[in-house]
């Protein structure tokens, strides 16, 4: 067991790492899902035939042309890449969605195929096995890591921009490390979380050019969470200069879902909504 568990954590992970190899391998698996699950179909509704469903040319036609735009869907709605904080009805809504989209667009597939007297009952049984062969890979996917990064491997090493409103913020971090994230430093004026911190976190005042570059003497960051309550435009135009000029990625706490922003998405970290500037390499 320890064989392949050094074989795997030595050998294999950084072999992945150094080749860029983990989305090539997850979309190959996506795409395995969503065929094998056009063959299921194609045996429950034409058993009497038997085969594969690519011996016949308009079941073909119609796979080649589903398959990217379900890969595309799933890309857009940005559940092609394992999460690590994220709750299982909001992967499960995430996914269900994507079978909504794509259902649609088989439907419109049906009236261009009319004349080819393509089954409903296939097509139905198809966007639910895709549904729930996708939705079941990416569950297992992500308990997985969940694992890995709960042993240690596979972090992020973070720096907070803290105020007294984020205790709750960094005790779920904290809380949770099967989600991977690691606190280097907490940048803070406040007492409250000086008290409550101190010897367990590393906690320095509010100098963030001078902290960071000391702190990367000695590990390196990942990224930069600004999870104060109240926002300092002059703070987050610093951090976000400094990020640029580093190669971290900056992540602002926001309740808007919806910026207007060209610049910046939103993502989920520790069930907070933050903006990710996308000019900052992540």
């Given at each position: 067991m320890d064989f392949f568990s050094h074989l795997i954590r030595l050998r294999i992970i950084p072999f992945i790492r150094k080749w860029k190899l983990m989305n090539f391998i997850l979309g190959a698996v996506d795409i395995l899902a969503i065929g094998l699950a056009f063959q299921i179909a194609w045996y429950i509704n034409y058993l009497f035939i038997g085969g594969f469903f690519f011996t016949e040319k308009?079941?073909?036609?119609?796979?080649?042309?589903?398959?990217?735009?379900?890969?595309?869907?799933?890309?857009?709605?940005r559940i092609t890449e394992i999460p690590r904080t994220k709750r299982y009805r909001t992967l499960f809504a995430e996914y269900m969605q994507s079978a909504i989209v794509v259902a649609g667009i088989l439907l419109i597939f049906y009236f261009i195929f009319s004349n080819y007297n393509l089954s409903r009952r296939f097509l139905i049984e198809f966007t639910f096995l895709g549904f729930a062969f996708l939705f079941i890979i990416r569950l297992t996917e992500y308990k997985v890591f969940?694992?890995?990064?709960?042993?240690?491997?596979?972090?992020?090493?973070?720096?907070?921009?803290?105020?007294?409103?984020?205790?709750?913020?960094?005790?779920?971090?904290?809380?949770?490390?099967?989600?991977?994230?690691r606190i280097v430093m907490v940048l803070t004026s406040s007492g409250k979380l000086n008290e409550a911190?101190?010897?367990?976190?590393?906690?320095?005042?509010?100098?963030?050019?001078?902290?960071?570059?000391?702190?990367?003497?000695?590990v390196s960051v990942d990224e930069i969470l600004y999870i104060k309550s109240k926002i300092s435009p002059a703070e987050v135009r610093?951090?976000?200069?400094?990020?640029?000029?580093?190669?971290?990625?900056?992540?602002?706490?926001?309740?808007?879902?919806?910026?207007?922003?060209?610049?910046?998405?939103?993502?989920?970290?520790?069930?907070e909504k933050f903006l990710t500037f996308i000019n900052v390499p992540h």
């Open positions: 308009t079941y073909l036609i119609l796979f080649i042309c589903i398959l990217p735009l379900w890969l595309i869907v799933l890309y857009l709605l969940k694992l890995y990064r709960e042993k240690g491997f596979n972090f992020m090493n973070i720096v907070l921009m803290a105020d007294e409103g984020s205790v709750e913020f960094i005790e779920r971090l904290r809380s949770y490390p099967e989600w991977g994230y911190y101190r010897g367990k976190l590393n906690i320095l005042p509010e100098k963030l050019k001078d902290a960071l570059y000391n702190i990367m003497e000695e610093e951090a976000i200069r400094l990020c640029e000029e580093l190669g971290i990625t900056f992540r602002l706490k926001t309740d808007d879902k919806q910026p207007k922003l060209t610049n910046a998405f939103v993502t989920d970290v520790a069930y």
